[in-house]
């Protein structure tokens, strides 16, 4: 039987490059919530709360900065383009 799906809508695969002492971080603490609780709890899981926790502050009117297409458009090597999954 596989795994049940978490993500409900289209997804996109990232591959993310960090530091040893995050991960061990957010596998420590993902581990406690999955002790704590009912279901599996992942450093994926973690990460993507984060990153749904950032796009509201970006879309909350109090920001202050300003995203634009050139912002949310995919960069080549040379532009500095990140890799990163979950």
Sequence with gaps: MGRPHKIREDTKLYNLLM???QYDILSTHS???TQAGIEKVTV????REAIDIYIE???DEEYE????EKD???SGPQGGGVVASC
């Design 19 to 21: 530091p040893q002492r």
């Design 31 to 33: 581990h406690n919530l």
């Design 44 to 47: 994926a899981d973690l990460i």
């Design 57 to 59: 502050a970006i879309e």
């Design 65 to 68: 900065g300003e995203v634009t």
């Design 72 to 74: 949310t458009s995919v």
